[in-house]
């Protein structure tokens, strides 16, 4: 069992930056590839990024891109999110995601624990 709990959400103008931290409980942690999914409101859950379980591969959705930076401490059990030059259409509810699959490329089908979420709000 993994336990998830997102932290470091809140309200940033458009431009702005925040960093989501995911702590994972259990011992397990690098065992598994960790990744991040985000819902606006009205909206689909949707793939942010992804980092493999020992951190060598990540990947990120298009729109994220450039902005984004997924990154993994093993020693912490922490995965995290930076993101930069943040649009008001990043606006939704992040996820926190652990899946058992090991690589970058797992898929929403593939989750095994899902975090409760944290709200990142972009004003314009």
């Known amino acids: 069992q993994v336990q998830l709990v997102e932290s470091g959400g809140g309200l940033v103008q458009a431009g702005g930056s925040l960093r989501l931290s995911c702590a994972a409980s259990g011992r397990t942690f690098s065992s598994y590839s960790m990744g991040w999914f985000r819902q606006a409101p009205g909206k689909e859950r949707e793939f942010v990024a992804a980092?493999?379980?020992?951190?060598?591969?990540?990947r990120y959705a298009d729109s994220v891109k450039g902005r984004f930076t997924i990154s993994r401490d093993n020693a912490k059990t922490t995965v995290y999110l930076q993101m930069n030059s943040l649009k008001p259409e990043d606006t939704a509810v992040y996820y926190c995601?652990?899946?058992?699959?090991?690589?970058?490329?797992?898929?929403?089908?593939?989750?095994?624990?899902w975090g409760k979420g944290t709200l990142v709000t972009v004003s314009s």
């Open positions: 995601a652990a899946s058992s699959s090991g690589s970058a490329y797992f898929y929403i089908n593939d989750i095994d624990y």
């Open positions: 980092i493999s379980r020992t951190g060598g591969s990540t």
